[in-house]
């Protein structure tokens, strides 16, 4: 039984048209037909019912394509994915290059994947991916962008990182009000503020908060400065001496990221690549 076979099948019931299904085929009408009839020969059961408003699956055709079309779709990603000849203009983050992309390597050395660009927030890559600068970039809580694709990839939570030597390091998990009770050390700017002082604005804080550089912030807080907020994806690859990582209740600070592509085609396949 051949793949070809039931390619066939599996177009005429995803568009419930022998005419259209020949058309994304390129082949003609009869040939589709002829194929169709053997494939149900070598089964032993009919795929569809005809009748003068179009066609329906059978019972076992509905079951046969369930099963196989999933199987098909992820056929013509893989194959879409390594017929990517073109270098892959990737944008990042110094975290998502650090803690994210290097899970995928693996994968992605088989394309052409370079980053080309990094910026400290994502969010600036976007200029960079509608003049044509970058192919493709992971992107925090911008989901629609005109001109471009986009789905979304995964939401982020942020942990509380507090000296070891503290006494709230020795719980499972931390409150709003504990988190609160320490200064707050915030980045004097870049993505992840905006995410912090929505929790701030719901739970006010009193104190003076002491602002320094993002990638400055864990130093501090091993030197018991105070208490820093920092992405999943970071706390849980590094180890910082002095520096304990704990889950915040109810996870106040989240970022939502969304994989941008400047085509459809590229956005499947690594959209299959990184949540494979």
């Given at each position: 039984?051949?793949?070809?076979?039931?390619?066939?099948?599996?177009?005429?019931?995803?568009?419930?048209?022998?005419?259209?299904?020949?058309?994304?085929?390129?082949?003609?009408?009869?040939?589709?037909?002829?194929q169709i009839r053997l494939l149900e020969e070598e089964l032993g059961f009919p795929l569809f019912i005809r009748h003068a408003q179009g066609i329906l699956l059978t019972e076992k055709g509905q079951g046969l394509y369930t099963e196989l079309e999933p199987m098909f779709s992820q056929i013509h990603r893989t194959i879409k994915r390594y017929e990517q000849?073109?270098?892959?203009?990737?944008?990042?983050?110094?975290?998502?290059?650090?803690?994210?992309?290097?899970?995928?390597?693996?994968?992605?050395?088989?394309?052409?994947?370079?980053v080309t660009v990094i910026e400290e927030d994502s969010q600036h890559l976007v200029p960079h991916l509608k003049s044509g600068k970058i192919d493709a970039a992971i992107v925090q809580d911008i989901s629609v962008v005109e001109g471009l694709h986009s789905e979304f990839l995964f939401t982020d939570r942020f942990l509380a990182a507090v000296p070891s030597q503290s006494t709230l390091a020795l719980k499972s998990n931390l409150t709003v009000e504990e988190c609160l009770s320490m200064t707050q050390i915030l980045p004097s700017e870049g993505a992840s503020l905006p995410h912090i002082n929505r929790m701030l604005a719901k739970h006010p804080y009193t104190g003076k908060p002491l602002e320094t550089h993002y990638q400055a912030m864990t130093?501090?807080?091993?030197?018991?400065?105070?208490?820093?907020?920092?992405?999943?994806?970071?706390a849980s690859n590094?180890?910082?001496?002095?520096?304990?990582?704990?889950?915040?209740?109810?996870?106040?600070?989240?970022?939502?990221?969304?994989?941008?592509?400047?085509?459809?085609d590229l956005l499947d396949a690594l959209k299959e690549l990184f949540t494979s």
């Open positions: 039984m051949k793949l070809q076979k039931l390619q066939s099948f599996i177009e005429i019931a995803k568009h419930q048209s022998y005419s259209k299904a020949a058309e994304r085929l390129f082949v003609s009408q009869p040939a589709l037909s002829k000849d073109d270098v892959i203009r990737f944008g990042s983050t110094p975290i998502i290059s650090t803690y994210y992309l290097h899970q995928h390597y693996s994968k992605l050395q088989h394309l052409s994947f370079h130093g501090l807080v091993s030197l018991g400065a105070g208490i820093a907020y920092v992405p999943y994806m970071m590094i180890e910082f001496r002095g520096v304990t990582f704990l889950p915040i209740e109810g996870d106040p600070i989240t970022r939502d990221m969304y994989l941008l592509a400047s085509s459809r």
